[in-house]
């Protein structure tokens, strides 16, 4: 069964740093685009950023450029988030996603169940 | 700034009813059309991809349509576990991974 497990998220303060983690299991990782999308409470989704299966293409929203890290590592079939200078707008649901081919040309056909991040003093 | 637009907001209807779910792009885009759903408290569902391919396992009274900048989603008679949101997406080009807003569809 494939399946994608969120972990690390958690109340952090402005300002500071979290790294989410996302397990895989199920498929061949190191074969698949990842992808990190957020759901703020009680809004829509909202791509985050997106790697794809060799990490040779990563992408970013404008929100989280320059503040945001994505990483994978074949060897623990994991996707990575670091979060650096958090803001309360970051306060999500974060959710792990699979890319359904290689590349960015690929729908999510895979999501975990999230894993919530609160960002507040 | 590239915008996707669901319409409407919200959709009251009964089951057995025909739903019926639009998404408007701001400039034309390719094939790279998804549709999700999104029970409550339960992460989205992929239903459609590349505008009108059904996922696996999802029911035919689900379809997708559309072409250039305006998409369908159809559902041609409501179950009870139909109601939920919809999100349409644009994958892949840039800007990259676009949502739509979101359209609710609620029993009537």
């Known amino acids: 069964e494939v399946q994608l497990v969120e972990s690390g998220g958690g109340l952090v303060q402005p300002g500071r740093s979290l790294r989410l983690s996302c397990a895989a299991s199920g498929f061949s990782f190191d074969e698949y685009a990842m992808h990190w999308v957020r759901q703020a409470p009680g809004k829509g989704l909202e791509w985050v950023s997106g790697i794809n299966w060799n990490s040779g293409y990563i992408g970013y929203a404008d929100s989280v450029q320059g503040r945001f890290t994505i990483s994978r590592d074949k060897g623990r079939n994991s996707l990575y988030l670091q979060m650096n200078s958090l803001r309360p707008e970051d306060t999500a649901l974060y959710y792990c996603?699979?890319?359904?081919?290689?590349?960015?040309?690929?729908?999510?056909?895979?999501w975990g169940k999230g894993t919530t991040v609160t960002v507040s003093s | 700034e590239f915008v996707l637009t669901q319409s409407p907001g919200t959709l009251s209807l009964s089951p057995g009813e025909r739903a019926t779910l639009s998404c408007r792009a701001s400039q034309s885009i390719t094939t790279y059309l998804a549709w999700y759903q999104q029970q409550p408290g339960q992460a989205p569902r992929l239903l459609i991809y590349?505008?009108?391919n059904r996922a696996t396992g999802i029911p035919d009274r689900f379809s997708g349509s559309g072409s250039g900048t305006d998409f369908t989603l159809t559902i041609s008679s409501l179950e009870p576990e139909d109601f939920a949101i919809y999100y349409c997406q644009h994958y892949g080009s840039s800007p990259r991974y676009t949502f739509g807003q979101g359209t609710k569809l609620e029993i009537k």
């Open positions: 996603t699979k890319g359904a081919g290689p590349g960015r040309f690929y729908y999510m056909d895979v």
């Open positions: 590349g505008i009108f």
